[in-house]
């Protein structure tokens, strides 16, 4: 794919993403020889490193090495996950690319890293540079005024590489305080192996879904791997419920506190949601299976079908997946009733890196997580995780991961999205649904009390 066609995602998005957010793997190389922008970053940070050690330009190897702390949820330097790969990637280039600057890294799985981030906010012990993501899970960061306004290192030429609308969820009041680095979208993955051995359609409806379920069930075969004990999984499969109920429009609207959860199509989602883990479309165990769990569960072919995001195109596709070149991604289908439509996603652009407002070297920062972000958004790409905030030149791509080829098509006449649900409402709230989503799987709470209990975050 060549930079004018990255473009003309980025117009695509810049559409769709204005609908939805509204509140919201090749190896490392010389980024600076790959991109522009990355050379701008690297440039940056060596200005800001000269102006630090009151060195005359010309005396850049006299420089002062200046030290950027940075935290990430990126914990494993050996996974497939194309984020991860595009990460280290990352991490390992900056070294050449910005002598002046050590970057010490601190990595954290998924979990933990949200506890870590939590405590360190509170107590004001937060790290120069860490992942983090948008919309409502910034914002308490951004009013407490612990995180830095990049606006002043964005130049026009900055702002014009990143495609359109995947900012939106790093502005709040005006100010910009992350770059993007992906455009991630959940789909319905499926085993077609499973699919084919067991006669089985796969599905375009609704109701062609169930038949699958049941299907899969009665052959004792896991219909829909979830880790559920990790809770975030079960967002995604109530908000794509959702989203083909309410529709994306009305969705967000009750997620950004304008609109109500208590409607007779959010309640409808919520049943449809509760009915397919009764009928054992999650298996019999969701509620004690961790997402690490189901993902390896779903590689090794002991599940038909998995609703995740873009980010496991690596995992599929690896080497030592036993479903590699067995796997494709479709749409999540319609329910027959519902106002939401097959072109309707659960999905955006919303993780970044923040910059601690109290650190010692403010523009060298900024000048690494632009780096980082930049050249992890044609990195994560190549590697299949995603699709890129950046333009930038892609070069040869044939050997582009299948799987987010399919889903770039997928994604090609989308009319809306839905942002991640906890990282669009953020903190408590968060908590709160998915806590209840998790009753909802588990029989413990009706629709009707689950849409009741989802509104008290807005009141």
Same mark, same amino acid.
């Given at each position: 794919?060549?930079?004018?066609?990255?473009?003309?995602?980025?117009?695509?998005?810049?559409?769709?993403?204005?609908?939805?957010?509204?509140?919201?793997?090749?190896?490392?190389?010389?980024?600076?020889?790959?991109?522009?922008?990355?050379?701008?970053?690297?440039?940056?940070?060596?200005?800001?490193?000269?102006?630090?050690?009151?060195?005359?330009?010309?005396?850049?190897?006299?420089?002062?090495?200046?030290?950027?702390?940075?935290?990430?949820?990126?914990?494993?330097?050996?996974?497939?996950?194309?984020?991860?790969?595009?990460?280290?990637?990352?991490?390992?280039?900056?070294?050449?690319?910005?002598?002046?600057?050590?970057?010490?890294?601190?990595?954290?799985?998924?979990?933990?890293?949200?506890?870590?981030?939590?405590?360190?906010?509170?107590?004001?012990?937060?790290?120069?540079?860490?992942?983090?993501?948008?919309?409502?899970?910034?914002?308490?960061?951004?009013?407490?005024?612990?995180?830095?306004?990049?606006?002043?290192?964005?130049?026009?030429?900055?702002?014009?590489?990143?495609?359109?609308?995947?900012?939106?969820?790093?502005?709040?009041?005006?100010?910009?305080?992350?770059?993007?680095?992906?455009?991630?979208?959940?789909?319905?993955?499926?085993?077609?192996?499973?699919?084919?051995?067991?006669?089985?359609?796969?599905?375009?409806?609704?109701?062609?879904?169930? *038949? +699958?379920? @049941? &299907?899969?069930?009665?052959?004792? =075969?896991?219909? %829909?791997?979830?880790?559920?004990?990790?809770?975030?999984? #079960?967002?995604?499969?109530?908000?794509?419920?959702?989203?083909?109920?309410?529709?994306?429009?009305?969705?967000?609207?009750?997620?950004?506190?304008?609109?109500?959860?208590?409607?007779?199509?959010?309640?409808?989602?919520?049943?449809?949601?509760?009915?397919?883990?009764?009928?054992?479309?999650?298996?019999?165990?969701?509620?004690?299976?961790?997402?690490?769990?189901?993902?390896?569960?779903?590689?090794?072919?002991?599940?038909?079908?998995?609703?995740?995001?873009?980010?496991?195109?690596?995992?599929? *596709? +690896?080497? @030592? &997946?036993?479903?590699?070149?067995? =796997?494709?991604? %479709?749409?999540?289908?319609?329910?027959?009733?519902?106002? #939401?439509?097959?072109?309707?996603?659960?999905?955006?652009?919303?993780?970044?890196?923040?910059?601690?407002?109290?650190?010692?070297?403010?523009?060298?920062?900024?000048?690494?997580?632009?780096?980082?972000?930049?050249?992890?958004?044609?990195?994560?790409?190549?590697?299949?995780?995603?699709?890129?905030?950046?333009?930038?030149?892609?070069?040869?791509?044939?050997?582009?991961?299948?799987?987010?080829?399919?889903?770039?098509?997928?994604?090609?006449?989308?009319?809306?999205?839905?942002?991640?649900?906890?990282?669009?409402?953020?903190?408590?709230?968060?908590?709160? =649904?998915?806590?209840?989503?998790?009753?909802?799987?588990?029989?413990?709470?009706?629709?009707?009390?689950?849409?009741?209990?989802?509104?008290?975050?807005?009141?």
């Amino acid at each position: 794919m060549k930079k004018r066609l990255v473009k003309a995602i980025g117009l695509m998005m810049s559409a769709v993403l204005a609908l939805g957010c509204t509140a919201c793997g090749n190896s490392g190389g010389n980024a600076a020889a790959e991109s522009e922008g990355t050379q701008e970053a690297v440039q940056a940070g060596k200005e800001a490193a000269k102006a630090d050690a009151n060195e005359a330009p010309g005396d850049e190897a006299s420089a002062e090495k200046v030290t950027i702390t940075l935290w990430s949820q990126f914990s494993d330097p050996n996974s497939t996950d194309g984020n991860y790969v595009a990460f280290y990637n990352a991490l390992e280039s900056i070294k050449t690319d910005m002598p002046n600057v050590e970057v010490i890294h601190e990595g954290t799985e998924s979990e933990s890293y949200k506890v870590k981030l939590k405590t360190a906010m509170a107590g004001n012990e937060l790290p120069d540079v860490f992942f983090n993501w948008g919309a409502g899970t910034m914002k308490p960061y951004v009013d407490a005024e612990l995180v830095l306004p990049l606006d002043e290192y964005m130049t026009d030429d900055v702002k014009g590489r990143i495609l359109g609308g995947t900012l939106d969820n790093f502005i709040f009041d005006g100010k910009t305080y992350g770059y993007p680095y992906s455009v991630a979208v959940a789909s319905l993955y499926v085993n077609t192996e499973l699919f084919e051995q067991n006669n089985v359609k796969i599905p375009e409806t609704y109701d062609e879904l169930l *038949e +699958a379920v @049941d &299907a899969f069930s009665a052959a004792g =075969i896991t219909p %829909i791997s979830l880790g559920e004990k990790d809770l975030w999984p #079960g967002l995604m499969i109530f908000g794509i419920h959702a989203i083909r109920m309410a529709g994306a429009e009305d969705f967000n609207a009750a997620l950004n506190g304008t609109a109500s959860f208590n409607t007779p199509e959010l309640t409808e989602a919520a049943r449809k949601v509760q009915e397919l883990a009764a009928r054992g479309g999650f298996g019999s165990s969701a509620m004690g299976t961790s997402e690490d769990d189901a993902v390896a569960a779903f590689k090794q072919g002991r599940a038909a079908m998995m609703f995740m995001g873009s980010w496991l195109n690596g995992d599929c *596709e +690896a080497d @030592d &997946a036993a479903v590699k070149g067995k =796997i494709s991604v %479709i749409k999540f289908p319609v329910i027959e009733g519902g106002k #939401g439509s097959v072109d309707e996603f659960h999905g955006g652009s919303g993780e970044t890196f923040l910059v601690s407002s109290s650190c010692e070297h403010p523009a060298e920062a900024a000048a690494v997580a632009q780096y980082i972000c930049e050249k992890m958004s044609k990195d994560q790409y190549l590697a299949g995780s995603g699709m890129p905030a950046w333009e930038a030149e892609m070069g040869d791509t044939s050997g582009l991961n299948r799987l987010s080829q399919e889903i770039a098509n997928l994604t090609a006449d989308a009319t809306g999205y839905v942002y991640w649900l906890d990282s669009l409402t953020g903190g408590s709230k968060a908590d709160t =649904i998915m806590n209840e989503i998790a009753k909802l799987i588990d029989g413990s709470v009706t629709p009707e009390d689950f849409c009741a209990n989802l509104q008290t975050i807005n009141e």
